[in-house]
């Protein structure tokens, strides 16, 4: 339904910020919602933030404030914007998107249907 391809990714050190893209074709959903998610070597991926057609978001209770999720419908763009990264932020960062309706964002892998190849970020200390 959706290509999704991630760029922003990179190596950083420590303390420092990165702002993650995600295109997406044909266009940002106009009735469903998008997300960014993670994957660590070993662990299962993770939703990180959700938003909405409405721009209704929702953030994992684990972000801490770090993470802001934004989109812009003009350029058909999803982003996600890192503060203050950690080492274990290191990981494979994807972007999914949904067209079915929803209200409130989700962060289940379940709810998407289109998926990015990831962008890999690694935090070194």
């Known amino acids: 339904q959706f290509q999704m391809v991630e760029s922003g990714g990179g190596s950083v050190e420590a303390g420092g910020s990165l702002i993650l893209t995600c295109s997406v074709a044909?266009?940002?959903?106009?009735?469903?919602?998008m997300a960014w998610f993670r994957q660590s070597a070993g662990k299962e991926r993770e939703g990180l933030a959700g938003?909405?057609?409405?721009?209704?978001?929702l953030y994992a209770d684990f972000a801490g404030g770090r993470f802001f999720i934004a989109k812009d419908n003009a350029r058909n763009t999803l982003s996600l914007r890192i503060k203050n990264l950690q080492p274990e932020d290191t990981a494979i960062y994807y972007c999914?998107?949904?067209?079915?309706?929803?209200?409130?964002?989700?962060?289940?892998?379940?709810?998407?249907?289109?998926w990015g190849h990831g962008t890999q970020v690694t935090v070194s200390s």
């Open positions: 938003i909405t057609f409405t721009s209704n978001t």
């Open positions: 999914a998107a949904s067209d079915v309706w929803c209200v409130h964002p989700r962060l289940d892998v379940p709810a998407y249907t289109s």
């Open positions: 044909p266009s940002n959903p106009r009735t469903g919602g």
